[in-house]
């Protein structure tokens, strides 16, 4: 290198001299090492991904784009999030997701690692239509005044006076859902509220009402006519094609009545037949036709016969006595020249009977 190597340097003064040898030698110099630059710490507060398991997002998830629809089934009550971010060191939280009803909005907090920057991802749910409807509502025994319809919930019913107690048929059309019902005993007379209340597992609930109008008590005596034709004006049939116990029999009270009347009728029919036979075999009459027979025979006299081994003699009339007649009967010839009915031969047959013989 330049300047290596040796050097004499002479000096003189007065005459006198001195020498110096200067040697210069290559030097290898270290630099005093320097502190390490600080540490740079990440600024990126964004995901690279999302992923819903339980649920679809309403477009592709992009890192910039921070609002997001989730559709979820109606039975789901917390998402499934599976975020990963872009800088691993940034950090990042989930807000409320626990019972999430439609509408609820769901947010994922991205915080850089230096903590300066911050992104905020939003997740609105959107639940699917959830099925509360009744597939059939009826009244045991009576009819609804509307026709039946899911979409419909306010109904109408008149039951009578007699009755205070009903029961429903009510059915929905998701199997899973429950179906509660209020208001069924004890009900006044006038107006009463049936609730029919559809729920489901997360809470959601469909109501149906019936307004039930129990009749006033009424005196079919003095007016029948009229319970007859109100309860022909509720003749209605049911959603299942099923008509009510009060609209075909028009009313419990009518048909007591009618039953009974029926029985006082029947039991007049036996009365009345009994009567009959009795008249025919009373005696009364008997006695008139054994006074009848008797006349006969003493208009006709009896020849009572001798022995062969006798001599004839002369026939004597004898006297009738009333306890040696023998009961007769009347034929004519028209009762033999027809065909006999049943009745009629049986009541032949009567007439000879032991008392008769």
């Not at 626990?98 to 992104?119: L, P």
């Not at 639940?127 to 059939?136: H, P, R």
């Not at 007379?189 to 149906?208: F, H, P, R």
């Not at 008797?294 to 001798?306: A, G, Q």
Request: glycine share 4%; hydrophobic share 30%.
């Amino acid at each position: 290198a330049q300047g290596v190597g040796t050097a004499t340097i002479t000096a003189t003064v007065d005459g006198k001299s001195a020498t110096c040898i200067v040697t210069v030698e290559e030097k290898h110099i270290t630099p005093t090492p320097s502190e390490e630059p600080p540490e740079v710490k990440g600024t990126d507060a964004t995901l690279k991904s999302l992923v819903i398991n339980n649920g679809s997002l309403d477009k592709s998830f992009q890192s910039d784009i921070l609002e997001y629809t989730v559709t979820i089934s109606s039975t789901v009550t917390s998402l499934d999030i599976k975020p990963e971010l872009n800088d691993s060191k940034a950090s990042y939280q989930i807000s409320q997701n626990r019972n999430i009803k439609n509408g609820d909005i769901i947010q994922i907090i991205v915080t850089s690692e230096d903590k300066a920057n911050t992104n905020i991802y939003k997740l609105t749910i959107v639940k699917d239509e959830v099925n509360l409807n009744l597939k059939s509502l009826e009244i045991n025994g009576y009819a609804l005044n509307e026709t039946f319809s899911k979409d419909r919930t306010s109904y109408t019913a008149v039951i009578p006076y007699e009755i205070q107690t009903i029961s429903l048929i009510a059915k929905a059309e998701e199997e899973e859902n429950k179906v509660n019902i209020t208001g069924l005993t004890n009900l006044k007379v006038g107006e009463n509220l049936v609730t029919i209340t559809v729920s489901d597992a997360s809470g959601n609930t469909k109501i149906y009402q019936i307004t039930v109008t129990r009749e006033e008590e009424k005196s079919i005596v003095e007016n029948p006519t009229s319970i007859i034709t109100s309860n022909n004006t509720n003749n209605h049939p049911t959603s299942s094609g099923t008509v009510g116990l009060g609209s075909n029999s028009h009313d419990d009270g009518f048909l007591k009545y009618l039953i009974v009347s029926i029985a006082c009728f029947i039991l007049l029919t036996i009365g009345g037949i009994g009567i009959y036979f009795y008249m025919k075999t009373s005696p009364k009459k008997m006695r008139k036709e054994l006074k009848e027979a008797k006349e006969k025979l003493e208009s006709s006299p009896i020849v009572e016969v001798s022995d062969s081994q006798k001599e004839p003699e002369e026939a004597v009339e004898q006297p009738v006595v009333e306890d040696d007649l023998i009961e007769t009967k009347e034929f004519h010839a028209e009762d033999f020249q027809q065909p006999v009915s049943e009745e009629k031969k049986e009541e032949l047959e009567n007439l000879f009977d032991e008392e008769d013989v």
